[in-house]
């Protein structure tokens, strides 16, 4: 089992910066690939990025070039550092991480950019 806690969540002005962090715990030790998605008011569940053990990096595209994914494999923990945050952003962001055929989700963390 994969137990994942975010953090760093908050409010911040437009065209701020925030960075999430999500550690895993749990038996497994270098989870597959790691990563975030959000959820606005209204809205489907949508990807933010993921990264794989080995360091591979996808994006969504309006996220390219604003938000960037890296992980500690050795600490499994995965970061999403946010700049030039836009009102649009606002949205809750969970952790996400996949395994060998089985997907476990955190408890997620609001952000919300204030205009």
């Known amino acids: 089992q994969v137990q994942l806690v975010e953090s760093g969540g908050g409010l911040v002005q437009a065209g701020g910066s925030l960075r999430l962090s999500c550690a895993a715990s749990?038996?497994?030790?270098?989870?597959?690939?790691m990563g975030w998605y959000r959820q606005a008011p209204g809205k489907q569940r949508e990807l933010v990025a993921t990264?794989?053990?080995?360091?591979?990096?996808n994006y969504a595209d309006s996220m390219k070039g604003r938000f960037t994914i890296s992980r500690n494999n050795a600490q499994k923990t995965v970061f999403l550092q946010m700049n030039s945050l836009k009102p649009e952003d606002t949205a809750i962001y969970y952790c996400?991480?996949?395994?060998?055929?089985?997907?476990?989700w955190g408890q997620g963390t609001q952000v919300t950019v204030s205009s």
């Open positions: 996400n991480a996949r395994h060998n055929f089985q997907t476990y």
């Open positions: 990264v794989t053990s080995g360091g591979s990096t």
């Open positions: 749990g038996t497994i030790f270098n989870l597959n690939i």
